[in-house]
Structures are given as C-alpha cells and as structure tokens.
C-alpha cells in the first residue's frame, strides 16, 4: 500500500515519498515496523506489517500509520526509526562466546527434545521492536527474556548464563528502556507470537544470577 | 586477464589438506595491524567478520539494513546440508562431494566443491556451540531430514526458520566481537565503489543511507559478501533491498564476473496474485518431502477449478494428476528444483494449471492422515501459518498452490580456491561469488556454502595473502585513488538526481524484470535474447531521459537507492543475456530451447562448454570479453546422461515444455498488465 501511495506522490510530484522500513516482505526480517490504527504491525495477530493484507481493511476506511513510539527508539525520518539499542543489548551479551573451530561434535550432547523445541520457540524472535512500541513503558523484557531463554534453555548457554543476563538487563536499563508492569501488551503483538513466559524465566534467571556464584 | 584457479596439487581428497598445511600465516601481534572490510552481514560476511576479528584483525563491517540480522540469509527455510551421516544412511564427504558436482551439471570446479563437502560437518558443530536450536528426535540428538534431489537425510533445520537461526548464530559471535572492539559496525551504509590502488583492493566507498554523506574506508583486504542478483528479475523471491551492485562496481573496477546466466527458479513459491505485488514469498521446499504435488488430469477440470465452480479437495483421486511422481517415480516429488519448476511450466502450458492457471497444487492430505495432523503442524506449521496468511486459504483443509520463481543466481564474481577475485585483495564469499554450486544449486547447500566460506575458508586463505601485506602499513584513505572514486561516485548521483522525468524508478525496474523473464527466463532460445538485448537497450535508454528522482542525494532518499542499483542492473541484464547467449548448451538453470532431448529436458555439451565463462567489463555500452576457465574432472566420471533418468512405467510427457516461449509471455502480462 506505501509503494502504491509513494509511487503515486513521485509520478504526482507531490512530495517526497514517505520513508519506511522494509525488506524481505514476508515477515522474517524484522525490519518493517508500523503502528497501524493503533497496534503495533496492524489489527491482525501473529504477523508483521509486511503481512498485513489489504483484505483486512473495508473500502473507505481511515488508516493511521505512525512509527514506533518509545524513547530508545529515535525517529530518523518519516516512519524510520533507529532500533540500534537491541543491538547494543546483544552486544552486551545476548550470545554463547564460541570462537571459529575447535568445538565438540555436534551431537556430543543431547537436549531433551522438549527442551530444543522451547528454545526455538524463544528464538524465533525477529527484533522488530513490536514489543516496546506495544509497551506503555516502552519495556524490553520480552526481546531480552526471548535471547536470555534461548540461551538459557540450551546446555551450551548455561556456562555463561548468570553473566548474561545480569549484562543484558543492565544494558537494557541503561539504554532508557522502561520496567515491565505485566501487562503482557509485548506478547499480544509479538508478530512470533513468543510468549510471557520467557518474561517469568529471565526474571527467574536474573534472580539467581543475584544471589547466585555463577557470576564473575 | 588471467584466470588462474590456484588449486593445490595432490588427489582431491588432500588438496584442502596440503593447502594449509603449506600456506603462508599471519602471527598474532602482526594480524593486529592488518585492516579487513567485510561488506555484507549475511551468513558468508558475518561469519567471515566475527572469525577473523577473533583471531585478532581489524575488521570493520557494512551493511545496508539497520542492523546485521536483517540480511536476507534470514530468510532461508528449509535447511542445512551437512556430511556428517548421523542417520546411518549411507552418506560421506565423498557422496556431498559428487551430489553436489552433479546437481550442479558438471559446471563447478572439483576442488571447491569437495572442500565444501569437507567442512560441512564442522558448520553443524559451529552452531550447535553457538545455541543454534536444530530440530532434535526424542533422543535428544539431532534430527536430520532428506531435501530436494538427495537420496539421503543429510539437511540439519530449526523449523522452518533453519536461515534465521543459522544467521542469528553467526550474528551472536558477530556481537561479540563488536563487544570486544575487534569488528567495527557500520549500518545503514552502501558500498559504492571499490578503490584500487596499485592493482590491489584497498578500500570502498560507502553513501550512508540516513545523511546521504559518502565516506572512505581504506583496508589491507577487502571481503564482498553481499548476495545474488536476482533482484534484477523485479519479482524475485529475494528482499526489495537486496541488490547486485557491490559486486557490479567491483567487475568495473575488474573483477571477472563468471556464469552470469545460471539463474535458480525455485518451484516452491506462492504463486502471482496481482499486479500490485512487490515480491514472491517462497514456501521451503522441504514441503516436498511430505506434500504431493498434482493438477486436474482433464482439462475441464482445471478450468472448472480456475472458473471457481469447482473445489481441489472435491476432484476424485483418479482424476488427479501426481505428475512427477508419474514422471520421475525414482525421486517422485523430491526430484531437483529446475526439473520440477519445468514440469510445473509444462502442465500449466498444457492447460492443466489451477488459481490464475499458474499455479499447481501441492497436498498434505495424504501426510495428515499418515502422520496425523500434529506430526505435520510440527514439522511444518509456520510455513502453514505463512501460507494462509499470505492466500486466505488453510492447508490443513484444502491444497496449497505453488508456482516456479526467481530465488538464486549461481553466477556471480569469479574467484580462486582461495576465493580470490581477479582484483589482488578483494575476496568473495556466499552467494556473491560463483563458485561451488556450478549451472544449479541443491536445496540446502546456500546456507553451507555461505557459512563454509565464512567460518572455514577464508579465514586460512585470506592469511596466505595477507602474510606480505604486514610490510605495506596502515593503507591510507586520502591518496588520489580515494578522491577519484569519491569524485565519480558523486557524479553518477547526481547526474541520476538531475534527470528530472516523469516515471518511477519501479517503473522501469518492472519492465525491465517484465522483459528477463519473459525472453531469458526458465526458457532462453537465440531469439529471445536477441529480443531481449534489444529491449533491455531502449529501456536504459528510456530510463536516462524520464526517470524522476525527487529529493537530492543529501539525505536519506530509497528512491535514488533504487534507482543506482537499477542502473547496474541494465548492464548486469545485457550480461545475463550475453552469456546465455554464448552458452549454446542447455545445463542446470540456464534453459536454451534450442538444447532439449526429446523428453524436453537439458542436453548438455560437454565437447564445447565444459568451462567456467568470466567476463572483463570493456566500458559502459561495449561487449565485455571474455575468457574461459576449463573444468576438469579428475575425480569424477562425467555422467553423459541426462541427470534424470525415466524409468519405465512412466509416461512421458508428449511433447518438451518449451517448445515455445508463449507461456512465458502470458505469464509476464499476469505479473505486469
């Protein structure tokens, strides 16, 4: 619908096309982000923006586009946003430090299947940024409990998990991100549609990461 | 230009051996002074950054999107392949090695392929340490599952998010290093020029994408991992900003561009719907495994269905057509990606194609009853979700529909065993190069190669050349080479800004995609491309007198992103063109309908074009030149026959599928009324 809007404001010479975020179109990346009439990639569950169909909407109808609204996302232009902060939160640790080679076979240990599964499943997350606009305080927890789970839920992660998530919600506060009141808003427009859960679990494993000797 | 492949002496099974054993290395405090660019954060550019940023190099990496994980490897479904036979089933190194060679119609170089096959079980091990979540049985060890054209089980997958998972792996490390100041992040930046000096890649030239400002970055080495072309087609199954320039400025600069017309069409995807449409959202092909693919056997059939008088689920199964499995019973639904997106063409050519005529189904019904419905949702619910979001339809219910489209260029920057360009210093990887996967590429062996070249490749061979670089000292970016390459690049923006037309950038990237696929598309002949070289001519030409830019070149501004990148697709399209055009044979993805047996399938020749082309760039407008690469097969039996053999009890087909291109041309007034 944009390219059909910005196509009809170049042949028009109307202005300047509207800037917005956009790549694989098929809901994968996560680099498009809109909130569209008031949710967060549109009034539909478990996509994104690219997916959201036009079938959705009745002829006539008013459509609200802004960008995602949250402090740690500053507007570059039009409906660009700069989500460089949840780089910066895997940066802080959101990863198993491996270096290239010299690693054990690939079935040396066996994950329960279960166990693989929910790890995938909190993997799955595209960094859209859905659930801090979603958030009326703008929180990171479900992108950062999603990568803390991950990791957490795999054997490979235990090794470094009490330093990981004590560095990745510091960092997550120290960019300006805001608290979660549980309010669950990030889960109900979580275009993966990654649970709450995995909120319950970082919360779980920053606990014992404080009272834990795991941590440097 | 001299093509020289490097590829070491001694029996293929010890050439990757002897190799590093023998090559030159850099120590640990000299690495320290050595600058690396990496443009590209996908599984290839990732991987090769975080790699030799921890083994001690400066490394500073690029990427046009917001952040590294956005690369389109994201986007890979359906697996990794590996040779690690953890299924027991008869798989090695060696049967990697041949499939490989073979599904690639003997058009790839031995050497790297076996390499490839060589190092592909260290990738799984790779990800397993890095968390990434393969799929597991209830052993708790990894689960494995048989991908289009394989024999055996040797594709690792996450789901069908397996390209996700794999890139996120590497982005972690990737992150890591960032942290550790090894590899410096740059997004939102474009490579625009590659800047030589003394015959060597010493630099780039970015556009920062937000502020428009061009900015230099000068290196010791410079590695392209920055994806295929087949974006040049409009309707691709790539991303709307993947793009085939960075390479393009690079074979301007001098870099051999080999193979360019060994395009893959994919026959899985989702088939047109309308004229809006953007892009085509591919469906794993994995859904080949389980799915059986069909159209109507009476054509009144398919039309009622086309008609909407009539249901899939309501047609009896003896009127159903289970055409490949009737075609190729050895393989069935699994046969390779080009006999399958060429059988779909043939059935929906001959009347037989359902939805807008283009369109075949694909059905789980037998799947769900044989596995029950959890089994299939496990193994294939987000691509079930995708589908039904995307079409409106569900398939648990009713059978999907499928349809070939452009998905993976195997041309791309010629390059050594050491992944070396024909430009000293500017290395290759991933899709970006031309190197492993020969006229066709296997399902599952992108994801391989990509991360093989970046883990495991170029770390050793880029030490070997640049052991003598440490004498050279920090390269600076403010010599002559620099200015020049800031200058020309300023100018080609804003001549393009100045242009002042009347029609969009899309416009024209439409057409000229209209025009690919119609006349050098799945099917090539002379005189499509005669047609086609025409066409493509006049629309640049077009392009230079009414294309209209709004905004400058000072600000972020995807109109004029678009239209650079549509510039090097015109001279990339008359490549393409010029290629197939030479390539008088028919292998792999490149189609001539003058090269079929008689069952319509390829007929290679093996006497005349048993070589890898790579083409010099001559200027803007001229012929480009070019040399070949002789193939030689040492290891291998070529097999002579056509790499699909009927048995028997099939029927064949009556007639080739390509016996004209009008199919073609209705298909393209479909996607561009």
Not at chain 1, 67 to 85: E, G, H, M, Y
Not at chain 2, 332 to 360: F, I, Q
Not at chain 2, 396 to 404: F, L
Request: glycine share 10%; aromatic share 8%.
């Amino acid at each position: 619908m944009l390219d059909i809007l910005n196509e009809q404001l170049v042949n028009d010479h109307i202005a300047h096309p509207v800037c917005f975020d956009n790549d694989c179109r098929e809901g994968i990346c996560g680099m498009c982000g809109l909130y569209i009439n008031g949710r967060p990639h549109g009034n539909d569950d478990g996509i994104t923006t690219c997916q959201l169909h036009m079938r959705k909407f009745h002829d006539g109808d008013d459509i609200w586009i802004e960008p995602w609204r949250a402090k740690p996302f500053p507007v570059i232009r039009d409906l660009v946003v700069d989500r460089s902060a949840f780089d910066k939160i895997i940066q802080a640790g959101g990863y198993i430090s491996t270096t290239t080679g010299g690693v054990p076979d690939a079935n040396t240990i066996p994950i329960p299947k279960h166990k693989a599964d929910m790890a995938m499943d909190a993997a799955s997350c595209i960094g859209c940024g859905a659930c801090v606009a979603a958030c009326k305080n703008a929180s990171a927890m479900l992108f950062v409990g999603a990568k803390v789970s991950h990791l957490a839920l795999l054997p490979q992660g235990q090794i470094e998990a009490a330093d990981r998530v004590h560095k990745m919600v510091c960092k997550m506060d120290e960019l300006g991100f805001g608290s979660c009141t549980n309010t669950y808003a990030c889960e109900a427009e979580c275009p993966k549609l990654i649970k709450r859960q995995n909120i319950s679990r970082l919360n779980r494993q920053w606990i014992g990461a404080l009272f834990g000797r795991d941590r440097k | 230009m001299k093509l020289d492949s490097k590829i070491p002496a001694g029996p293929l099974a010890e050439k990757w051996t002897n190799y590093k054993a023998s090559q030159k290395l850099v120590n640990p405090a000299n690495k320290r002074k050595l600058d690396i660019i990496v443009v590209g954060t996908g599984l290839a550019g990732a991987s090769a950054a975080a790699s030799l940023g921890a083994m001690g190099f400066n490394v500073d990496i690029f990427c046009i999107q917001d952040s590294p994980r956005r690369a389109h490897s994201i986007a890979a479904q359906g697996g990794i392949n590996a040779a690690k036979n953890y299924q027991n089933d008869g798989d090695s190194v060696e049967r990697l090695f041949r499939d490989t060679i073979k599904g690639g119609d003997y058009r790839a170089r031995e050497a790297n392929v076996y390499r490839l096959a060589e190092v592909s079980g260290a990738i799984i091990d790779q990800c397993v340490a890095q968390g990434v979540p393969f799929a597991r049985d209830y052993g708790g060890l990894l689960d494995n599952r048989s991908f289009g054209g394989a024999q055996v089980s040797r594709t690792f997958y996450a789901k069908g998010q397996t390209g996700q998972q794999l890139l996120l792996g590497a982005y972690g490390v990737l992150s890591r290093e960032i942290a550790r100041g090894t590899v410096k992040l740059h997004t939102r930046c474009e490579m625009m020029d590659l800047v030589v000096v003394e015959g060597r890649a010493r630099g780039i030239i970015v556009r920062n994408l937000v502020t428009g400002d061009l900015e230099r970055y000068a290196a010791h080495a410079v590695v392209l991992a920055t994806g295929g072309y087949g974006n040049l087609y409009y309707l691709s199954t790539n991303a709307m900003n993947s793009n085939g320039s960075a390479a393009w400025v690079c074979h301007r600069k001098g870099a051999a561009f080999a193979n360019p017309c060994y395009v893959q069409i994919h026959p899985t995807c989702i088939p047109v719907h309308g004229d809006y449409q953007s892009k085509l959202t591919l469906m794993s092909e994995s859904l080949r495994n389980d799915g059986r693919i069909w159209v109507p056997k009476k054509k009144e059939d398919a039309e009622a269905i086309r008609a909407g008088k009539l249901k899939p689920t309501e047609i009896p199964e003896e009127n159903r057509d289970y055409y490949l499995e009737r075609r190729y019973p050895a393989f069935g639904n699994l046969v390779p990606r080009d006999v399958a997106s060429r059988a779909a063409k043939e059935r929906c050519d001959a009347g037989y194609g359902v939805g807008t005529g283009y369109a075949v189904y694909l059905d789980f019904a037998d799947a769900i009853q044989r596995l029950g419905k959890d089994v299939v949702e496990q193994k294939y619910g987000n691509l079930f979700q995708m589908y039904q979001k995307i079409t409106d339809e569900n398939p648990y219910e009713t059978p999907m529909m499928i349809y070939p489209a452009i998905h993976y260029t195997m041309g791309g920057l010629w390059v050594d065993y050491e992944l070396q360009t024909t430009i000293p210093g500017l290395f290759a990887a991933g899709e970006a190069n031309f190197s492993d996967h020969g006229a066709n590429r296997l399902g599952a062996s992108a994801l391989m190669q990509g991360l093989a070249d970046g883990y495991f490749v170029l770390p050793y061979t880029m030490q070997n050349y640049l052991a003598d670089q440490i004498y050279v000292g920090k390269i600076s970016s403010t010599t002559p080479e620099f200015d020049k390459a800031e200058v020309a690049v300023r100018e080609r923006l804003n001549k393009l800004t100045t242009i002042g037309g009347d029609k969009t950038v899309d416009h024209f990237h439409k057409a000229l995609g209209k025009i690919m696929w119609e006349y050098c598309g799945m099917a090539r002949n002379t005189e499509s491309l005669n047609k086609a070289k025409k066409l493509v001519s006049q629309l640049e030409d077009e392009f230079w007198k009414s294309v209209f830019i709004p905004g400058n070149a000072n600000e972020m501004n995807p109109e004029l992103e678009k239209a650079y990148r549509l510039e090097d697709y015109f001279e990339l399209a008359q490549l393409v063109i010029d290629d197939a055009m030479h390539r008088e044979e028919s292998c792999g993805g490149h189609f001539r309908t003058e090269h079929q047996t008689e069952d319509g399938e390829t007929l290679r020749d093996d006497e005349h074009f048993m070589y890898v082309a790579a083409w010099e760039y001559q200027g803007h407008g001229q012929p480009e030149t070019m040399e070949k690469e002789p193939l030689v097969y040492e290891h291998i039996q070529v097999s002579h026959e056509v790499h699909i053999t009927y048995l028997a009890s099939g029927e064949r087909p009556s007639q080739g599928p390509f016996r004209d291109l009008s199919f073609g041309r209705h298909l393209a007034r479909l996607f561009f009324p």
